[in-house]
């Protein structure tokens, strides 16, 4: 069975390329990948071709051109694959014309929340979802939002929640220590770690803000922020704002092993985010047993339960979010009690091999 995956870029600023890499890296032995990547291949395209995965890089800068039609077109009849699985505007546009051309199954993937609300985009969607063998959401929340918008073919819609590999631990406290002094970090600092974007509904602010209100009320607290984005500068400026500069570490872009090796180090990991599609990053703490605060939104309460795995929060309110981070702050009971049912949790709902057999097993299903 041959796949083709069909994708804007190939990076690690959002957890969609992480994604297509897991199920690459964990596919069955009869199964082929190859992936066209419609903008450019990306830092993480050498990832790929270490699993043997070929990756094509059209190189389109502008979304119309309609030259890249054509050429994905002529690529899909060369390649012969039994699925061509697109993701996002673009790729889904242009991917299921040139697949359906071209005589090959279609499957489309979405992603998020906060989809391309456009005019010409959302009715586009709509008639392509006719020509889809099976349009897949990484969440009940994301396939409510894609509801909203595709008024088609709509018995060929699913949810297969993501699936992350388990995580290596770090051996010995010396590990934590040297990792620790790496970043400047006291071992009397309480580490708070968000992993994302940094974009709109990511809801920095709101994190920040309620680290602002903890100075003076709980031990000395660290937040730690690993990403980049569009919104940097306005975090910059809420950091500036609410006076905790030495509070707050910004770490930008940091390797996926380095992230998960911080993460680690941290007594709790809050998901702020009022739009999550998913949450991978969210997942990662859960089997690195982290206790975890996350926003009562989007996907995340599909992640975790409330009271039992971590611990919810009304969008958007700060002084909620302070509660709860300091509640665990608080009781190290809890805090065990959390990161324990967490990482089960993870096991059992979002393992790999799950994430792995449910999609080949989609793929065999729209080829019969």
């Not at 709860?324 to 959390?338: P, Q």
């Amino acid at each position: 069975m041959h796949i083709l995956h069909v994708v804007g870029r190939l990076n690690d600023f959002g957890g969609t390329p992480i994604k297509i890499l897991y199920q690459i890296g964990n596919a069955s032995k009869d199964v082929k990948y190859t992936v066209v990547c419609m903008v450019e291949a990306g830092h993480l395209a050498p990832r790929f071709r270490g699993y043997g995965v070929q990756v094509i890089n059209l190189g389109y800068s502008q979304a119309f051109d309609i030259r890249q039609l054509f050429e994905l077109y002529k690529l899909i009849k060369e390649i012969k694959p039994d699925v061509v699985h697109t993701h996002f505007a673009r790729s889904n546009g242009y991917g299921r014309v040139a697949a359906l051309l071209a005589g090959c199954k279609i499957v489309t993937s979405e992603h998020g929340i906060k989809r391309n609300t456009k005019p010409y985009v959302c009715v586009l969607d709509s008639i392509l979802n006719i020509i889809t063998d099976c349009h897949v959401s990484n969440s009940h929340a994301t396939m409510s939002s894609s509801l909203r918008t595709i008024k088609f073919n709509r018995k060929n819609m699913q949810v297969i929640h993501n699936g992350v590999p388990d995580i290596p631990k770090l051996t010995g406290s010396s590990e934590k220590k040297l990792l620790r002094a790496k970043f400047g970090l006291s071992e009397k600092d309480m580490l708070v770690l968000d992993v994302g974007s940094h974009i709109e509904l990511r809801n920095h602010e709101c994190l920040i803000e309620a680290i602002a209100s903890l100075k003076g009320k709980a031990p000395p607290i660290k937040l730690v922020l690993i990403g980049d984005g569009p919104h940097r500068q306005k975090i910059l400026h809420s950091i500036e704002e609410n006076g905790v500069s030495k509070e707050v570490l910004l770490l930008g872009r940091v390797e996926r092993d380095e992230v998960h090796k911080i993460m680690q180090l941290a007594d709790v990991y809050v998901n702020p985010a009022y739009a999550e599609g998913f949450g991978i990053a969210t997942v990662e703490a859960m089997l690195l047993e982290r206790a975890i605060v996350y926003c009562n939104s989007g996907a995340l309460p599909e992640l975790l339960v409330n009271e039992v795995s971590g611990l919810s929060y009304s969008p958007k309110n700060s002084s909620e979010l302070a509660e709860k981070i300091l509640r665990v702050f608080e009781s190290k009971d809890l805090r065990n009690s959390l990161s324990k049912q967490a990482r089960q949790r993870a096991l059992n709902m979002f393992s790999i091999e799950r994430f792995v057999d449910d999609f080949e097993e989609l793929y065999r299903s729209v080829m019969t």
